[in-house]
């Protein structure tokens, strides 16, 4: 099992960008895909963006392709996702997500991190 706590959160007007980290525990973070979910009040957690093991291959919601960019960081642990051109119905609680694999992590979930809110103003 692995830890996560994310940070980053805050409040942006539109059109502006935020970073979100997420930061890892365990020695075996290189193992694990990871990835980055929403869910706003009244609706369901929605995928958003994963990043495999390696980092070698990368999946986005189709919502967010060309403004977000999921990234890590195998020497400190963390994973990042860079969000651009923030829109308000990006407003949402941000979690990270740990799994062997992208499609695991998509389908099943996996390990959790605490959840961090983003809020966008129009």
């Known amino acids: 099992q692995v830890q996560l706590v994310e940070s980053g959160g805050g409040l942006v007007q539109a059109g502006g960008s935020l970073r979100l980290s997420c930061a890892a525990s365990?020695?075996?973070?290189?193992?694990?895909?990871m990835g980055w979910f929403r869910q706003a009040p009244g609706k369901e957690r929605e995928f958003v963006a994963a990043?495999?093991?390696?980092?070698?291959?990368?999946e986005y919601a189709d919502s967010v392709k060309g403004r977000f960019t999921s990234s890590r960081d195998s020497a400190k642990n963390t994973v990042y996702l860079q969000m651009n051109s923030l829109k308000p119905e990006d407003t949402a609680v941000y979690y990270c997500a740990a799994a062997l694999t992208i499609a695991t992590m998509r389908t099943q979930g996996g390990s959790w991190g605490q959840g961090t809110q983003v809020t966008v103003s129009s």
């Open positions: 990043i495999s093991w390696s980092g070698g291959s990368t």
């Open positions: 365990g020695r075996t973070f290189s193992r694990y895909a």
